[in-house]
């Protein structure tokens, strides 16, 4: 598979296909990741700016992100958007977004598109590299995960003074991305990532992307997109963290499970390699 784009082209139909043997495999890889290069944050990094400029600068970047995201959903993908209504229901709260990971630069537009309100993002550091868009993420909302311990207790305050501000945050479980696919993935860190609701009794919602054939032939065969949202799924007061954690996860992935029957075109094919044999 090619390199990831924002505009992505055509894929020729003899080479959508990709054979995998772990759920863990990439198929598309930054340099960094095809060299094993171990990628970390800048030294003293600060996951919420203490600059005024800078947050400034980040508030109207962020506005010009939505603004060309709208086009690019919503023109370049012919993205429609269901179930946003039920954001709502979380009653002036913040939230936490749980989405399939099928698209590089979808992932990062479609969620500020689909929520009400302003959006940030759990982001491998990896992704602080991609040309163009990589260094302006943590300006409009990306939260790189820390690697040493001074790092990650930073990251966790972050993430929860984002939610404490009545914030969305975005979460990919199944951590790989994987253009196009159609099925939804186990969560490699099970239920982990469910951590940041359920320690903040927050409500969680599903984004679920979906592909069909395009009515026209602009882009080749390239699919457009329904993006479904669902919920919210709430921790139950009664259960304890890990038995909260272990139940979102469930809801959170049968749900993507269900809106992912709505897809109605595999554009590109994942073969374990054991079933090509």
């Known amino acids: 598979m090619a390199k990831a784009e924002l505009f992505?082209?055509?894929?020729?139909?003899?080479?959508?296909?990709?054979?995998?043997?772990?759920?863990?495999?990439?198929?598309?890889?930054?340099?960094?990741q095809e060299n094993k290069i171990e990628v970390g944050l800048p030294k003293d990094y600060q996951f919420i700016p203490k600059n005024p400029f800078k947050r400034l600068y980040g508030s109207i970047l962020y506005r010009g992100f939505?603004?060309?995201?709208?086009?690019?959903?919503?023109?370049?993908?012919?993205a429609k958007f269901y179930g946003r209504e039920k954001l709502k229901k979380a009653g002036g709260k913040g939230y936490v977004i749980y989405a399939n990971h099928t698209n590089p630069f979808h992932d990062v537009f479609g969620p500020a598109i689909a929520a009400d309100r302003h959006i940030f993002t759990i982001i491998n550091p990896v992704n602080l590299l991609v040309p163009g868009i990589g260094k302006y993420l943590p300006l409009i909302g990306g939260l790189p995960l820390g690697k040493s311990k001074e790092e990650k207790a930073a990251f966790n305050e972050a993430v929860d003074k984002r939610l404490a501000q009545k914030n969305c945050l975005v979460v990919y479980p199944e951590a790989h991305v994987w253009p196009?696919?159609?099925?939804?993935r186990k969560f490699p860190a099970g239920d982990r990532s469910f951590k940041y609701a359920v320690r903040n009794n927050l409500p969680v919602f599903t984004m679920t992307t979906t592909y069909h054939k395009r009515k026209d032939k602009k882009n080749g065969d390239l699919p457009r997109m329904d993006i479904y949202i669902d919920g919210p799924f709430l921790p139950d007061p009664k259960k304890t963290e890990d038995e909260n954690r272990a139940m979102l996860a469930e809801k959170a992935y049968n749900s993507m499970q269900k809106m992912s029957k709505h897809n109605s075109y595999e554009y590109f094919k994942y073969i374990k390699k054991e079933e090509k044999a």
Do not use: H, M
């Open 180 to 184: 196009f696919a159609t099925k939804i």
């Open 8 to 32: 992505q082209k055509d894929i020729p139909e003899n080479e959508r296909v990709f054979y995998y043997e772990s759920e863990k495999d990439d198929p598309i890889e930054t340099e960094e």
């Open 66 to 78: 939505k603004l060309f995201g709208q086009y690019y959903e919503r023109g370049y993908w012919q």
